[in-house]
């Protein structure tokens, strides 16, 4: 298998990344914990990943794309809904089997015509994810607040892609669920062995 990604180890001043490389083929879950690191860490990792840092400890060998948030436009939404034909059309290689995987999977509700805001969370994503991968292997992505199942369902939709296509896909990802379903898991390491202080969330109800 041909390397997509060396990295040699990312320091910062408070977390570090271990080693890893990353092969054709493979999905990696870099797990960063929760907290109020979490926004810049990943945007930080996402960019060196993709090549938009350059960093000495790290070197892609194939370019890595990081799959965006899909972003509602409310004035848009009132006066000219979004369906998934449009999406696909405008996001997606059409040419591609996996502009219409997401007619394939267990939402059979689902058509080129449904309107996007009708579309709950993980539907969604995957959306986004089977337009990233209908144009390139080789993804960095995050599942931002799915359940349980809605992270296992994608996270085995993408690993079933990546190893049928020969890509590759790091899965930037703060809670530990994964144990169960992910081969290969690369934990940050806090140089304190904890958070920094304040790190935790606090929600006032």
């Not at 320091?11 to 990696?28: A, C, M, N, S």
């Not at 999977?105 to 994810?129: M, R, V």
């Not at 080789?138 to 085995?156: H, M, Q, T």
């Not at 020969?166 to 140089?191: K, P, Q, V």
Request: glycine residues 6%; proline residues 4%; charged residues 30%.
């Amino acid at each position: 298998m041909k390397v997509v990604l060396e990295n040699k180890g990312i320091k910062t001043d408070t977390y570090y990344i271990p080693p890893f490389v990353l092969h054709e083929g493979e999905i990696i879950v870099l797990y960063l914990y929760n907290g109020k690191h979490l926004y810049d860490a990943e945007i930080f990792l996402r960019d060196i990943f993709c090549g938009k840092i350059k960093h000495e400890n790290v070197i892609l060998y194939k370019k890595m794309t990081f799959v965006e948030y899909f972003k509602r436009s409310y004035f848009r939404d009132t006066f000219f809904p979004l369906t998934v034909k449009r999406y696909f059309k405008k996001n997606a290689n059409l040419k591609s089997r996996l502009s219409k995987k997401i007619f394939e999977d267990k939402w059979k509700w689902i058509t080129p015509e449904t309107k996007l805001e009708k579309i709950p969370g993980t539907p969604k994503k995957l959306l986004t994810l089977y337009a990233a991968l209908s144009k390139t292997k080789d993804i960095v992505f995050d599942l931002g607040a799915l359940d349980d199942e809605g992270y296992e369902y994608s996270f085995k939709a993408i690993e079933e892609i990546v190893k049928q296509d020969g890509g590759s896909a790091i899965l930037l990802h703060c809670f530990d669920n994964m144990e169960e379903y992910a081969s290969r898991i690369i934990t940050l390491e806090w140089y304190d062995g904890h958070p920094p202080e304040g790190n935790e969330f606090h929600f006032n109800f």
